[in-house]
C-alpha cells in the first residue's frame, strides 16, 4: 500500500497594498485570502504584477506552476494577448499562478532571462524554467501553455 501526501500548493506572494509577504494555500485563493498584515484582499483572480524586487522571490517560493507573461506597455501584440492572460489567471487561479512582468519597468529580470521579444511567456515549476513562447498565443493555446 502505497500512501502520498497532500501536494503542497502554497504560494508566496507580496500584498498590493503594503508589500507584507504572505504565504497563501493556493488552493484556497476562491476564499478570498485577505493580507495578514493590513487585511485588505489579496487580489488572486488576475494577474499578478511582479517587479525586479519581487520576481525571484516569488518565482522561488511558489509550489504551483508560475507564468510568466514578459510584456509592456507600448507593445501592441501583449496588448491584444493581455484578455486572454485575464481569463486564464481566473480559470487557473488556485492551479497555476499567472503573472506579468513589465521589461521596461523592471529591465534586469527580463534581461537575466534573456528576454528579446514581447509578449514572452515562461513556465516555471518549481522555480526553475521548463518552456517558453514568444509571440501573442489565443487563448486555447495560452492554456494548454500554463498547464504544461
Ligand atoms: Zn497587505
Redesign the pocket.
Known amino acids: 500500500m502505497t500512501t502520498s501526501a497532500p501536494p503542497l500548493r502554497h504560494v508566496t506572494i507580496r ?1 498590493q ?2 508589500e ?1 509577504w504572505n504565504r497563501v494555500d493556493a488552493t484556497r485563493f476562491s476564499d478570498r485570502p485577505k ?1 495578514g ?2 487585511q ?1 484582499p489579496m487580489l488572486l483572480d488576475r494577474p499578478l504584477k511582479l517587479d525586479d524586487t519581487t520576481f525571484a522571490r516569488t518565482i522561488a517560493e511558489s509550489e504551483v506552476p508560475v507564468v510568466v507573461d514578459f510584456y509592456a506597455d507600448w507593445c501592441g501584440p501583449c496588448k491584444m494577448m493581455a484578455p486572454a492572460v485575464d481569463e486564464i489567471a481566473r480559470e487557473l487561479s488556485g492551479q497555476v499562478l499567472i503573472v506579468k512582468l513589465d521589461t521596461d519597468r523592471s529591465p534586469a529580470t527580463g534581461q537575466s532571462f534573456r528576454i528579446a521579444n514581447i509578449p514572452t511567456v515562461v513556465r516555471f515549476v518549481g522555480g526553475r524554467e521548463v518552456a517558453r513562447a514568444s509571440g501573442t498565443l489565443p487563448l486555447a493555446q495560452l492554456r494548454s501553455f500554463a498547464l504544461g
Open positions: 500584498c497594498w503594503c507584507s493580507c498584515a493590513c485588505k
